[in-house]
């Protein structure tokens, strides 16, 4: 008798393991070397901004640690990256002289390399802000499947977001 009140003890512990089990975490973020990681980060902490200060879309690097901005200029055929900080409000300026953007192009990789062109708040030698005016990305960043990603190095730290341009709305890119 003991050893089956022994038996459904064990069984109600396991019952109540498994009940407790934590929730999955959300997916996890891209950072440094492609490799994933949650960090526990708790999306209901704060706003998730929309756009960006420019009124461009946001692209998200890490775990939400920095986030780019990104402004299509169609009459000026350029577009513009901007470094923002982890709440997508700040410019922050980077040692780095470029950032780049991978895209696909008829099945085939193309690199786009954005110059920096620091803002008129940048330290000297510093960046937030990179543009390109290669009319090739503007178009690729459109494209369907063409999967544009930012690369850029951040204090030495390497971060790849995806650019998700929205194609269910109408705005004027240049701002």
């Known amino acids: 008798m003991l050893r089956i009140h022994s038996l459904l003890s064990l069984v109600a512990l396991l019952v109540g393991l498994v009940g407790c089990e934590p929730q999955s975490a959300p997916p996890a973020s891209e950072t440094t070397n492609g490799q994933a ?3 526990g980060h708790d999306h209901a902490e704060h706003d998730h901004p929309t756009e960006g200060p420019h009124h461009g879309e946001l692209i998200e690097l890490g775990n939400e640690e920095y986030h780019a901005e990104i402004i299509h200029d169609e009459t000026a055929g350029t577009v513009t990256i901007y470094i923002l900080d982890a709440a997508a409000k700040m410019q922050v300026p980077i040692e780095s002289a ?9 099945g085939q990789p193309a690199q786009h390399t954005l110059q920096a062109s620091p803002d008129e708040n940048d330290p ?3 960046s937030s802000k990179f543009v390109s005016s290669e009319s090739d990305l503007a178009a690729h960043l459109h494209q369907e499947g063409g999967e544009p990603r930012l690369v850029v190095t951040i204090n030495g730290k390497s971060y790849r977001g995806t650019i998700a341009h929205d194609h269910s709305h109408e705005h004027d890119h240049a701002h």
């Open 98 to 106: 470029e950032v780049i953007v991978n895209t696909t192009h008829d």
């Open 124 to 126: 000297e030698g510093k």
């Open 37 to 39: 990681e949650s960090g």
